[in-house]
């Protein structure tokens, strides 16, 4: 399968403020890793992915989102309706979403991929132990929504997440939906849904 490549300025490399302290020890490397790049992910970073997922979900719930198989799947499938965080060559948070083509989500939204539908689910959010609390999450995600809005059919994205997190998701601009036909294991959820509304003024102001 030919790997579709996406030109967005919301995946374009940035530069963050380095202390001096480090700045000097990586100035070295810097000609050829950018200190920090959002691309879409790949196959090749599936046991990257799936390590940070590991870690973060299982010490909390007891369950992944996807298993490396699923994650595999995704982004053989759908490598578009993902998203990483590289830090000097190195994942620190990602996103990985599918296409999903009814109103709400279903048990099999979790494995599914709708190919040319006008919604994405996000399945899974998640940053690397060593950055959490830095506020990444939320700068993912914005730069996220973001993205999807200069992807021309999608009109929606919905997700599903524990009670605990429906204030983050509503901060970012995600509506309730209600409960949640999914579980995984004892867990249930909220059915989160956010509008990629303002399209054309997005993409004009965006040089989408």
């Not at 799936?50 to 053989?76: D, H, K, M, Q, Y």
Request: charged content about 20%; aromatic content about 10%; hydrophobic content about 40%.
């Amino acid at each position: 399968m030919t790997q579709q490549v996406i030109s967005s300025p919301f995946l374009r490399p940035f530069f963050l403020k380095t202390p001096v302290s480090v700045a000097s020890s990586r100035r070295q490397r810097r000609h050829t890793l950018p200190a920090s790049e959002f691309r879409n992910l790949t196959p090749q970073d599936a046991i990257s992915v799936f390590e940070i997922e590991r870690e973060a979900f299982v010490s909390v719930s007891g369950e992944c989102p996807l298993t490396l198989e699923e994650v595999l799947n995704f982004l053989e499938h759908c490598p578009e309706l993902s998203l990483g965080w590289f830090e000097e060559g190195q994942l620190v948070a990602f996103i990985i979403g599918s296409g999903w083509d009814k109103e709400r989500l279903a048990q099999e939204a979790m494995t599914k991929h709708v190919p040319d539908s006008a919604t994405v689910h996000i399945h899974v959010l998640s940053v690397h132990r060593h950055c959490r609390q830095q506020g990444k999450g939320s700068i993912l995600l914005w730069r996220y929504l973001q993205y999807l809005r200069c992807l021309p059919r999608l009109r929606r994205a919905l997700l599903v997440c524990e009670e605990f997190l429906v204030p983050f998701y509503l901060k970012a601009g995600f509506k309730e939906k209600g409960p949640s036909a999914i579980s995984i294991g004892a867990l249930v959820f909220i059915e989160m849904e956010y509008l990629l509304g303002g399209l054309a003024f997005a993409r004009r102001n965006s040089g989408c």
